[in-house]
């Protein structure tokens, strides 16, 4: 190129002498503009951040893909090269951000600068198109306010009291001793919590079972390969889809007995079908479904998980289990046995375990979003199309933010000194405009059930030792089964709750 450009500077001298427009115009052309070219494109280049060769250290087993999933691939990026770095995956740059301070870079723009959209495609055959990621981002936004609504304010007093009734029948119906797998009596309880809260009497009453089996033919068709291909012809993509059209059947069986009977009920489908779009129109019914399904699925799989990892911890701690019964007596005392927000806000200690569990064992391993133009962090250039992406596992494992972050801490949340204020720094549920909206309803739930079994229930771990996570999954939880060891109770802490 540089022998092209020194010709024509050569030839723009020598018409200098009987031409000079022309000479000029080839000046221009032929050395000026190339020469701006090349200096714009490398310094454009200079700021991208820098890049991370994997391929040959993941053939080579370096980042230990099966038992860490992506997140020693991402702690080896941030070691080499600090909170900003990119990887080439196919055609495009996947850039991550580690630390609180990136982590604004992906959270605090809109949606017009970092897309939520693009990234969460393959969630479309689930939810149906036109819902929440599927839909124009002005209709997305509304959705989302229709969620907010159910899942907050007035109505979370009515899920609380919901959730405690199905904790006691449900675990009423246990011997007074035994054996339970963790991880599947807590799926089964949050598909009776979610159905009574969020769908309403009718499909806990009548469909709990059938909702549990469809439910887990949606869960298990949206894996990895469904990030990239969510309709490719697999025969779990098959049951899915058959899945979805036989609970869309449900959802407009209830939503019809609904209308007939006049009767509202306090709960999120009563939150859609009263729901209105800025023109004044309603959801249509295809909308329902897909609203229905979408916060089924986002409560489900997290709020499990999270039962689970608290369980195996306040377990294998007897220090922690007593200091915790302690807690729910003094509470429960205060409250005359009332479970409600106010004395489910005072059970702190309760709080900080959950919240230590999702710090250690986030569900959602990356976050992504979608560049729809340049944007920048620090002095790094993040170009237009590129992915960002952080990792909540990798940035909650940060020792200038955590001291001692392997460490099970829940006093690291508690006190005047407490670690973890600064913002973004804790991204369990996202976080900026795109937060997990299902979050307090998350700790109600969790909260409510933990706080029932302290009070009620001995437990032992009979595997002695807490689980490895499972990255097969979507949705990182731990590896199945965690057997635990219950008996009732002698002197019950509470035992005469009134709701």
């Known amino acids: 190129m540089w022998s ?28 000026l503009l190339p020469a701006v070219w090349f200096f714009v494109t490398k310094d454009r280049s200079g700021k991208l951040p820098p890049r991370m060769s994997y391929l040959i250290p993941a053939l080579s087993g370096k980042f230990d893909l099966k038992g860490r999933g ?54 479309v055959p689930v939810f149906g198109p036109n819902i929440v990621y599927g839909a124009p981002l002005d209709v997305m936004r509304q959705q989302l306010k229709f969620v907010s609504t159910g899942l907050t304010g007035p109505v979370m007093q009515a899920h609380c009291l919901k959730v405690v009734e199905e904790v006691q ?13 963790m991880f599947t009596v807590f799926a089964d309880l949050v598909i009776h919590t979610a159905c ?7 499909f ?27 309709t490719f012809p697999t025969a779990k993509h098959r049951a899915r889809d058959v899945a979805r059209d036989k609970m869309v059947k449900l959802f407009q069986a209830a939503i019809q007995e609904r209308r007939n009977s006049g009767k509202p009920e306090d709960d999120y489908l009563q939150v859609l079908m009263d729901a209105k779009y800025k023109d004044g129109t309603s959801p249509t019914d295809g909308e329902i479904h897909g609203l229905l399904l979408a916060a089924l699925f986002a409560g489900q799989h ?32 205060k409250y005359n046995n009332h479970i409600s927000l106010d004395s489910l806000a005072e ?39 590129d992915i ?48 997990c909206l299902g979050e307090r309803f998350g700790f109600l739930q969790v909260k409510t059930i933990w706080g029932y079994l302290i009070r009620h229930f001995e437990f032992e771990l009979v595997s002695k030792a807490i689980p490895k996570v499972d990255f097969d999954n979507i949705v990182a939880g731990p590896r199945p089964p965690l057997m635990v060891r219950y008996k009732r109770r002698a002197d019950p802490i509470g035992e005469d709750e009134k709701l």
């Not at 029948?169 to 797998?181: I, R, V």
Request: aromatic share 12%; with cysteine; proline share 6%.
């Open 70 to 123: 992506p997140c020693g691939l991402v702690e080896s990026g941030f070691k080499q090269h600090g909170a900003c770095f990119r990887i080439k995956v196919g055609h495009r740059n996947v850039i991550f951000l580690i630390g609180p301070d990136a982590h604004r870079a992906l959270m605090e723009p809109n949606d017009s600068v970092c897309s939520a959209s693009e990234p969460y495609q393959f969630t």
């Open 204 to 230: 806990r009453k009548f469909l709990s079972a059938d909702i549990a089996h469809l439910y887990q033919d949606l869960s298990d068709g949206m894996n990895h390969l469904t990030v990239f291909a969510p």
């Open 4 to 31: 092209t450009v020194l010709e024509l500077a050569v030839s723009g001298s020598q018409f200098v002498k009987d031409h000079y427009i022309l000479s000029t115009v080839t000046f221009v052309f032929g050395f």
């Open 302 to 333: 997290t709020s499990s998980i999270t039962y689970t990892w608290l369980g195996a911890h306040i377990v294998s701690d007897r220090k922690l289990y007593d200091r915790l019964s302690e807690e729910q007596r003094v509470v429960m005392t």
């Open 347 to 385: 059970m702190e200690l309760l709080n900080s375990s959950m919240k230590e569990v999702l710090r250690l064992y986030p569900p959602l391993v990356v976050l992504m979003r979608k560049l729809k133009i340049d944007h920048k962090f620090n002095d790094f250039l993040l170009p237009k199309d």
């Open 196 to 202: 009574r809260c969020l769908l309403g009497s009718h």
């Open 169 to 181: 029948d449900y675990f009423s119906k246990l011997p007074a001793s035994g054996e339970f797998d």
């Open 388 to 435: 960002v992406a952080v990792c909540p596992p990798v940035a909650h494992q940060l020792p200038e933010v955590y001291a001692n972050p392997s460490q099970f801490n829940p006093d690291r949340w508690m006190g005047a000194n407490a670690e973890g204020q600064a913002k973004y720094s804790f991204i369990a549920f996202g976080g900026g405009r795109h937060a």
